[in-house]
Antibody, heavy 124, light 107 residues
């Protein structure tokens, strides 16, 4: 059974940092592109960014709203995906989900499994 | 960025009704469109991918259609568990983008 479990959320002051983790199981983690998606309270879904797999150089993509502040990384030996969030703003307050993507650049792939999410609150 | 626009934003319907949600893309995304269902305090769940392919385990009352810029999600006969919020998402171009959501409410 595929499982994704996020952790690391919490309350942080504006300008602070936080690191989220996502542990995957039930599939070959190293084969997969992995993504972060967030959802502000009462709002819709916003894609945050992606880590490609080793075969594609672990290259990353980011939404403009987080580029330069957030860093996505992974440790395939631990079946884990990370989101380092720096210079946090109040508008980064959201539930953060990790989601499983495809295994190659083409054909394009959707998010077939999602974690349960971890809450990040940015407030003074 | 590609803008995804869903309509309606809210839909009131009854058990047994047939409902359709529309999603429009600001430019062609071929068939690289997914639909997700989200219930309160839960993660989104994949329903449809590549515009019309039903994800394994999803009831056949859910169907998707469309291509290029116009897409629809149809639920043929609403069941009590279908009252939720539905999102479309394009995965053709970065940044991936979602529609604003359609909340399906009980009439």
């Amino acid at each position: 059974e595929v499982q994704l479990v996020e952790s690391g959320g919490g309350l942080v002051q504006p300008g602070g940092s936080l690191r989220l983790s996502c542990a995957g199981s039930g599939f070959t983690f190293s084969d997969r592109y992995m993504d972060w998606v967030r959802q502000a309270p009462g709002k819709g879904l916003e894609w945050v960014g992606r880590s490609r797999n080793k075969a594609n150089g672990y290259a990353t993509e980011y939404a403009a709203s987080v580029k330069g502040r957030f860093i996505i990384s992974r440790d395939d030996s631990k079946n884990s995906l990370y989101l380092q969030m720096n210079s946090l703003k109040t508008e980064d307050t959201a539930a953060y989900y990790c989601a499983r993507g495809g295994i190659r650049p083409f054909p394009s792939y959707y998010f077939d499994y999602w974690g349960q999410g971890t809450l990040v609150a940015v407030s003074s | 960025d590609i803008q995804m626009t869903q309509s309606p934003s809210t839909l009131s319907a009854s058990v047994g009704d047939r409902v359709t949600i529309t999603c429009r893309a600001s430019q062609s995304i071929s068939s690289w469109l997914a639909w997700y269902q989200q219930k309160p305090r839960e993660a989104p769940k994949l329903l449809i991918y590549k515009a019309s392919s039903l994800e394994s385990g999803v009831p056949s009352r859910f169907s998707g259609s469309g291509s290029a810029t116009e897409f629809t999600l149809t639920i043929s006969s609403l069941q009590p568990g279908d009252f939720a919020t539905y999102y479309c998402q394009q995965y053709s171009y970065y940044p991936y983008t979602f529609g604003q959501g359609t909340k399906l409410e009980i009439k």
